[in-house]
């Protein structure tokens, strides 16, 4: 009876399954071929220094475009980059055009401007990173000091040596570091004593809903305190509305990141954003982006 109820179950599984794996099977192919196809582009955007309005930097989001014209979003394909080891070879690919253009903007007189790269745990495997940042700082010569590289929770909590010396190593390099989408892990917080960051990102779930009748404004200003005592800048993510801007600067908070001024957009098109940007009049109390 047992075993029969067994089989049951896993043909179940087996059946409803298969269609979902089948299509991850064909995507994580299809990844493979879409790095030499150059189906993938870098997108920024821009971060903005709250109490000065300035643009301070750029984070660099993949776009995947297939060839029927679609775009498959980070959060789908990610994951399975991730579980098929490929996202080593984007993710370097990612660090390389990044750093290119962020040198690019510099060239064009954004002189102050520095990339944020997404990091996958996977880039940490096979003990090469710190040789591929600083590679792909050296071949456009930017400096250690424009980069930095954005790690979740869940990464830094693992407290793995191998990856502690990496990031060690990186760090020592100049490169800063970030903790993106903070708040969403685990509540296990001793990793910030140990990790030397220079920033964290509040989640935009958190900030999205600040306005709203959920405790997500006393936990973002508990956040911001946090980061104020631990010496760390805070960037709020997900900023789509200037109501909101004005309580992230009452509540402290140095950077902000949304909507509100840009979505990510191609590399030339952010170039024309970072110089219409300077050209607006940033008096306006009321208004944090006029374009
Ligand atoms: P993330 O690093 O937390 O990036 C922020 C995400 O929030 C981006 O989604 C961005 O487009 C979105 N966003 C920014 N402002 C707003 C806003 O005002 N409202 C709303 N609703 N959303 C906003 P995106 O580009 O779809 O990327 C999703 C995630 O995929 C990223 O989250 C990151 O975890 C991952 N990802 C993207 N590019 C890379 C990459 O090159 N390497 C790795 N490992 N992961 C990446
Ligand atoms: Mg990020
Ligand atoms: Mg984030
Ligand atoms: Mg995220």
């Known amino acids: 009876q047992a075993k029969e109820d067994g089989r049951h179950v896993y043909r179940i599984y087996d059946d409803s399954m298969s269609k979902a794996s089948a299509a991850k099977l064909s995507m994580m192919a299809d990844l493979r071929e879409a790095l030499v196809n150059k189906e993938f582009q870098v997108y920024y955007q821009p971060q903005i220094d709250l109490a000065s309005r300035q643009v301070c930097g750029a984070e660099a989001l993949i776009r995947w475009q297939r060839r029927d014209g679609s775009f498959v979003p980070p959060d789908e394909f990610i994951p399975l980059a991730e579980s098929s080891g490929i996202i080593a070879d984007i993710g370097c690919w990612v660090l390389r055009e990044a750093c290119r253009d962020c040198a690019g903007w510099r060239q064009a007189g954004f002189t102050h401007m520095s990339v944020s790269v997404n990091l996958s745990y ?120 200037n109501e909101t801007v004005r309580e992230l600067l009452a509540l402290g908070c140095h950077q902000g990141q949304g909507y509100l001024w840009s979505k990510a957009i191609t590399n030339d098109a952010f170039l024309c954003w970072l110089s219409e940007y300077g050209k607006q009049d940033l008096s306006d109390p009321f208004d944090y982006a006029q374009l």
């Open 122 to 241: 996977v880039q940490f495997r096979d003990g090469e990173l710190e040789c591929r940042v600083r590679k792909a700082l050296d071949r456009v010569g930017l400096p250690a000091q424009a980069l930095e590289l954005e790690l979740t929770e869940s990464m830094l909590i693992g407290e793995s040596p191998h990856i502690q010396k990496q990031i060690a190593a990186i760090r020592a390099m100049g490169v800063n570091f970030a903790i993106d989408d903070f708040g969403t892990g685990y509540s296990n917080l001793g990793y910030l004593r140990r990790f030397s960051a220079t920033r964290l990102k509040i989640d935009k779930s958190f900030v999205m809903d600040m306005g709203g009748a959920a405790k997500d404004k006393p936990l973002v200003r508990a956040i911001i305190q946090m980061c104020d005592s631990l010496g760390l800048e805070a960037v709020a993510e997900g900023v789509e509305d």
